[in-house]
């Protein structure tokens, strides 16, 4: 069985909107659009390929769909095994219920009608599918426990407004994989599993033990 990735760019408050580029969503009123240009080095843009490789397939929301293929279609130019020219050849699921929705980039395909039943069947199909971006099919995904790992890029900067990357009512556990890793600019790395049921609790205001030391 495959497994479903998801990689995601978000500030130290949470906030996961429109890191790319002033116009990418503004939703909301949403004003710090490119957030994340400023703090992406050399050791962050290594991290993002590293994290690829092996993708061979990704499962995108409507909007991050979008903005992909008005990009990596026009940057064909570099090797296959380049960002753009793997995006360009893998398939790319576009989760929307919308069954007009057109389609331009090639080897692109709808999924949305029963969106659990069709993630699920990806997972027999593919080995290593990524999600990237697509904050409100992360937050689907989560809601129905449909993804094994996620990456978060934490940046430093807080902007007290924007889509948040966990949608709240919902609860999960995460087990973190390997140590935090730090960029130049601050940026951390942090990559979790998803451990099933809900998060356990304590009592951290019993008495201490009369007889302890």
């Not at 906030?15 to 009123?29: H, N, R, W, Y």
């Not at 095994?81 to 699921?93: C, E, T, V």
């Not at 979790?192 to 049921?197: P, Q, R, S, T």
């Amino acid at each position: 069985m495959g497994r479903i990735h998801v990689d995601l760019f978000a500030t130290m408050d949470g906030v996961a909107q429109a890191p790319g580029g002033p116009e990418e969503d503004l939703e909301g009123g949403f004003r710090f659009g490119g957030w994340q240009a400023p703090l992406l080095d050399e050791v962050g843009g290594g991290w993002v390929d590293a994290n690829l490789a092996g993708t061979d397939a990704l499962l995108l929301g409507r909007r991050t769909y979008d903005i992909f293929a008005a990009y990596w279609p026009h940057q064909s130019g570099g090797p296959e095994d380049s960002i753009a020219g793997l995006f360009n050849r893998i398939p790319k699921y576009v989760a929307s219920r919308n069954r007009a929705l057109p389609l331009p980039w090639q080897h692109a395909t709808r999924v949305g009608d029963d969106l659990a039943a069709q993630v699920r069947a990806l997972r027999d199909r593919h080995a290593h599918v990524h999600v990237i971006g697509s904050v409100t099919l992360f937050q689907s995904l989560l809601a129905e426990r449909l993804f094994d790992e996620l990456t978060l890029w934490v940046h430093p900067v807080v902007l007290g407004q924007g889509k948040r990357v966990f949608d709240p009512g919902t609860a999960a556990r995460l087990r973190l994989l390997e140590p935090a890793a730090t960029s130049p600019a601050g940026v951390v790395q942090l990559r979790y599993a998803l451990i099933e049921g809900e998060p356990e609790t304590g009592d951290m205001t019993l008495a201490p033990d009369a007889d302890a030391p």
